[in-house]
C-alpha cells in the first residue's frame, strides 16, 4: 500500500456524513437489455442504406443516408410503422450518393460522394429540415481532385470537418448556409504505423470533434489527433495504432469509428473489436482496454464474424452498441473501461445480412443493414431495423454502496470494509476543514486498515474511488 502526505493540498469541505453516488457494477448494465425489434425499413440492393440518425430536435422524424437514393426521412410517430415523408435525391446533390450524415440545429450535413466500388469525389451537402417533411438543399461543396468519396462528417460551431477519405480531413466554414466555404485539408502521414504502405487504406472515415480538436480514425493509419485551433493551420498532435497488428508483421487495420468519453475514446477496430485508449496525454496513447472477442491478430479479416463499424455509446447505462457486420450487433459492458465485456447480441452469423451503420437515440436503436458479396462478409438485405431496448434510468443508476468504517470512533487504527472485492482503489482523507492530509493507493482486497495513531483528535472524512463506485464516510479519532 503507498501512502503520500499531501500536507499542503487542500479541498472543499465535506458538508455530508455520508454521501450516495452512482453505482456502475461490472455487468450491471447487462443484466436485461431487452432488446426488441419494432420495424424493418427495407430498401433495395440498387440503393443500399449507409446509416441513419434521429431527429437531434426530438421530433418524431429519422434522417436516412441511402446512398443511391440520397437522403430519405421518415416519420416515426408510431415505431412500428414508420411512413416516408420526404426524401433529396442524388440529382440535387451534384450527383453524389449519401454515405453519412449529421445534424446541428435545424440543419442536416451530408458526407457525400461514393466510397464503395467505384468510388466518386468527395463532398458534403447542407440540408435545411426545419420541416422535416420538406427539405430543402442550401449549398453543397466538392473536394477538388478527391476520388475516394466521403466518410462523415462533423459539426461544431461555424465549422464542418469532413472525412473525406483518401483526401483526409476538410474544415469548412458553414457559417452561411448558402455558402460553404473551404477553410483548410489536412492528409494525415501515411508513413505511420510502418513506412512505404498502401496510400489506398489510409482514409479519414470516423472522426469525433470538440473544442477544436479533432478525434480522427484514419482506417490503416490508426487513430490521430489534430489540433484545429487555427483552422488555416491543422497540426496532428498524437497518434496510436496497436502493435499487435504491425509488429512483427504489417497487418491489416482498419480504425473504423469512435466515441468521445473525457480523457477515453473507444474505437471499432473491425475485424479486431474495440480499442479503448487513455488520451489524457495526447503525445503518450496507451491501450486502455480491448474487447477483443476473436483473438485478433490470431483472426483474419476474411474469416472473422465481427466487423466493427459504427459505434455509440448509452454512458448512462455504460453500454456500447457497435455494428458488427455479419454478427449484426453487440452490445458490450463497459462499467470497466479496461476490462470491456461482451453483453449481449442481437441478429447472428447464420443468417446472411450484414450491418454496416448503427444509431442510438433514448431508448431507441437502429442498424442499417448494406448488400454484400462475401467480402468480407455476405448480406442479402438493405435497410433499416428499429429496436428498443430497456434502458437504466437515472433513479436506477443511483445507489447506495455499502461503505463501512469502524472502529468509530478510533484512537489507533480505522477499518474500511467496502463490502466488496476491488482490484485497486484509491482512498483520500480529509480533516473537518476539507484539507486534504493522505492519498492511499490500494490493491486486491475488500477491507483495509488504515493507521490514524498521529492523527489528532477529531473529526475526518474518507473518500474511497475505483473503477466500479465513489463513495464516502467519515470517523473521529479520540483519546
Known sequence: MKRFLLSGQSFFPFILLVFTVAENLKGQGCGNLGIQLKADIPSSCTTMVMTMIHDAKDRPYLYVANKEAGLVIYNITNLSGPVQVASVPVSSLSGLQVMNLSQDGDYLYLAIGNSFTNPQQGGMAIVDVSNPASPSVTDTYL?????????????????????????????????????????????????????????????????????????????????????????????ETGRYANPALYKTINLPRAYNNIVLDDTLVYIAVDYCGMEVLNIRDTSA????????????????????????????????????????????????????????????????????????????????????????????????WTGVKILTYNRKS???????????????????????????????????????????????????????KIPVRDYPSGYYFVNVQTALFNAGANFSVAR
Open 143 to 235: 473536394v477538388p481532385s478527391s476520388t475516394s468519396g466521403a466518410g462523415i462528417v462533423k459539426v461544431e460551431g461555424n465549422y464542418a470537418y469532413l472525412g473525406a477519405m483518401g483526401s483526409g480531413l476538410v474544415l469548412l466554414d458553414i457559417t452561411d448556409k448558402n455558402d460553404i466555404t473551404f477553410v483548410s485539408q489536412f492528409k494525415p502521414d501515411i508513413n505511420y504505423p510502418v513506412k512505404n504502405p498502401n496510400p489506398d487504406l489510409y482514409n479519414a472515415r470516423g472522426l469525433e470533434v470538440r473544442n477544436s480538436i479533432v478525434y480522427l480514425c484514419f482506417d490503416a493509419g490508426g487513430f490521430r489527433i489534430i489540433n484545429c485551433s487555427n483552422k488555416s493551420q491543422p497540426i
Open 285 to 380: 496513447i496507451k491501450l486502455h482496454g480491448w474487447w477483443n472477442p476473436d483473438n485478433c491478430p490470431g483472426n483474419n479479416w476474411f474469416t472473422s464474424p465481427v466487423h466493427a463499424n459504427e459505434i455509440h455509446f448509452d454512458k448512462q447505462s455504460s453500454i456500447l452498441f457497435i455494428s458488427t457486420g455479419k454478427s449484426d450487433m453487440m452490445a458490450v459492458d463497459v462499467s470497466d473501461p479496461s476490462d470491456p465485456d461482451s453483453c449481449t447480441m442481437y441478429g447472428g452469423n447464420g443468417n446472411n445480412i450484414g450491418t454496416w451503420g448503427a444509431g442510438l437515440y433514448k431508448d431507441q436503436i437502429y442498424l442499417s443493414y448494406i448488400c454484400t458479396l462475401g467480402i468480407p462478409f455476405s448480406s442479402n
Open 394 to 448: 437515472a433513479v436506477e443508476d443511483q445507489r447506495k454502496w455499502p461503505l463501512t468504517v469502524f472502529p468509530n470512533p478510533a484512537d489507533d487504527v480505522v477499518t474500511l470494509r467496502l463490502g466488496k472485492f476491488t482490484e485497486h482503489a484509491r482512498i483520500q482523507i480529509y480533516d473537518a476543514g476539507g484539507k486534504c492530509l493522505e492519498i492511499l493507493e490500494v490493491k486486491g482486497a475488500d477491507e483495509y
